[in-house]
């Protein structure tokens, strides 16, 4: 009788240490979940921004390291496309992403400049 008490309170010990993690896990995947929902209206407000601002690496590419020929004045084409768009974005908006960038931006257009002066 005894070894059966013993082991219903030993199942009662375990039985309230699996309950205070469930309770844990459900307190953490609720605030992980508010997380995410965060992320998913930052990312919804930022993505479409960032699309327009951020230049594909393709065209980085070719108006730093390629030759001058139809395709560069192509890409030199966008770049002034993108930076029109970003330069609406800097005077109408505060966001942080458009600070972090100026300066890259800044860099490929004295690499342009540097290029049309050879």
């Not at 030759?67 to 192509?74: G, L, Q």
């Amino acid at each position: 009788m005894q070894s059966v008490e013993k082991h219903l309170s030993t199942l009662q010990a375990d039985l309230g240490t699996v309950s205070a993690e469930i309770e844990t896990l459900q307190s953490r995947s609720s605030t992980l979940g508010t997380k995410l929902n965060v992320r998913k209206e930052v990312e919804g407000l930022l993505g479409p921004v960032i699309e327009r601002i951020s230049i594909p690496p393709a065209v980085v590419r070719k108006i730093s390291e390629g030759p001058i020929d139809d395709a560069w004045v192509e890409c030199l084409e966008d770049l002034q496309r993108y930076t029109k768009a970003f330069e609406q974005k800097q005077d109408s908006e505060n966001i942080m992403a458009i600070q972090d960038v100026a300066p890259l931006l800044t860099d490929l257009s004295d690499k342009v400049n540097m290029v049309c002066l050879q």
